[in-house]
Nanobody, 125 residues
Framework: VQLVESGGGLVQAGGSLRLSCIASGLTFSAYTMGWFRQAPGKEREFVAAIGRSGGNTAYADSVKGRFTISRDNAKNTVYLQMNSLKPEDTAVYYC???????????????????WGQGTQVTVSS
């Protein structure tokens, strides 16, 4: 199983970025997908999650209304559109896959089975 993130970079506050995560080696449509982030010296935190069909989503309060998670099961890809970025959004962003038979959206990172290597997002003020 491999999850590969891309799309990170340096952006000014108020700008936008779109992260992508391509999955291989698993039946993508069987997995709930999540995005997490980790800033230096901080614990990994939940950002967003999306159900297997894309019909249900969940967001951390800190990103609600600014970030949008989506997926394309035909392309084995999950996206995170990030708008109105703030300096406090600076972190390494990780995608993760959760084989969840119940289809619930987990915010606990320990519930996820597979992780990508991460992509750096830096927002300058």
């Amino acid at each position: 199983v491999q999850l590969v993130e891309s799309g990170g970079g340096l952006v000014q506050a108020g700008g936008s970025l779109r992260l992508s995560c391509i999955a291989s080696g698993l039946t993508f449509s069987a997995y709930t997908m999540g995005w997490f982030r980790q800033a230096p010296g901080k614990e990994r935190e939940f950002v967003a999650a999306i159900g297997r069909s894309g019909g249900n989503t969940a967001y951390a309060d800190s990103v609600k209304g600014r970030f949008t998670i989506s997926r394309d099961n035909a392309k084995n890809t999950v996206y995170l559109q990030m708008n109105s970025l703030k300096p406090e959004d600076t972190a390494v962003y990780y995608c993760a896959a959760d084989f969840n038979g119940a289809g619930t959206l987990e915010i606990n990172p320990f519930k996820y089975n597979y992780w990508g290597q991460g992509t750096q997002v830096t927002v300058s003020s």
